[in-house]
T-cell receptor, first 116, second 114 residues
Framework: GAGVSQSPRYKVAKRGQDVALRCDPI?????LFWYQQALGQGPEFLTY????????KSGLPSDRFFAERPEGSVSTLKIQRTQQEDSAVYLC??????????????FGPGTRLTVL | AQKVTQAQTEISVVEKEDVTLDCVYE???????LFWYKQPPSGELVFLIR??????QNEISGRYSWNFQKSTSSFNFTITASQVVDSAVYFC???????????FGKGNQVVVIP
């Protein structure tokens, strides 16, 4: 079946622009996660949804970062007034089960954001 | 707080050699989960294995094997008879029960030379 998909795959933004990154999880997966991966580093947790509820946003680096999943399926990560330090790969993952039951997360191909 | 350490950054091996990747983790929880993911040049993280803290059995899957030792807080990964297709970055990750986020190590870049 289809895996996690993300769009766009590559995004170049000028400093100060707003960007929106999309994630389509595996059909039927309850949980959805966003991670940020800087060059040469491991992914870092940003935020987590169970269905449409955002249960953990403790990893969002600033109030310029905002995520939503209004219908419990597709999610969008929005970054306002982008800065050069926001340049990274943004990874989305989904898992079948809900909170309280740690399940395997399956990742999408990521969106590489470059802020000039 | 959960933490994963992968000390080796880049490892180069000649094809058909074995390579072992070390992973040391820290957690205060008694229930936790350990993972290995592969990230090829295409960028997508590919799931390899998941173990829970109560299952210390070693596992073998084809040329891949994993050695889980709670006494040393380690979950090491061995690729036997490496192939060029094994060239990738490999990440070890930890998730504590009730906290679904994954804490990743910095990764091991494996380069298999033909």
């Amino acid at each position: 079946g289809a895996g996690v998909s993300q769009s766009p795959r590559y995004k170049v933004a000028k400093r100060g622009q707003d960007v929106a990154l999309r994630c389509d999880p595996i059909s039927g997966h309850v949980s959805l996660f966003w991670y940020q991966q800087a060059l040469g580093q491991g992914p870092e947790f940003l935020t987590y949804f169970q269905n449409e509820a955002q249960l953990d946003k403790s990893g969002l680096p600033s109030d310029r970062f905002f995520a939503e999943r209004p219908e419990g399926s597709v999610s969008t990560l929005k970054i306002q007034r982008t800065q050069q330090e926001d340049s990274a790969v943004y990874l989305c993952a989904s898992s079948l089960k809900s909170a309280g039951s740690t399940d395997t997360q399956y990742f999408g191909p990521g969106t590489r954001l470059t802020v000039l | 707080a959960q933490k994963v350490t992968q000390a080796q950054t880049e490892i180069s091996v000649v094809e058909k050699e074995d390579v072992t990747l070390d992973c040391v983790y820290e957690t205060r929880d008694t229930t936790y989960y350990l993972f290995w993911y592969k990230q090829p040049p295409s960028g997508e993280l590919v799931f390899l294995i998941r173990r829970n803290s109560f299952d210390e059995q070693n596992e073998i899957s084809g040329r891949y094997s994993w050695n889980f030792q709670k006494s040393t807080s380690s979950f090491n990964f061995t690729i036997t008879a490496s192939q060029v297709v094994d060239s990738a970055v490999y990440f070890c990750a930890l998730s504590e029960a009730g906290n679904n986020r994954l804490a990743f190590g910095k990764g091991n870049q494996v380069v298999v030379i033909p």
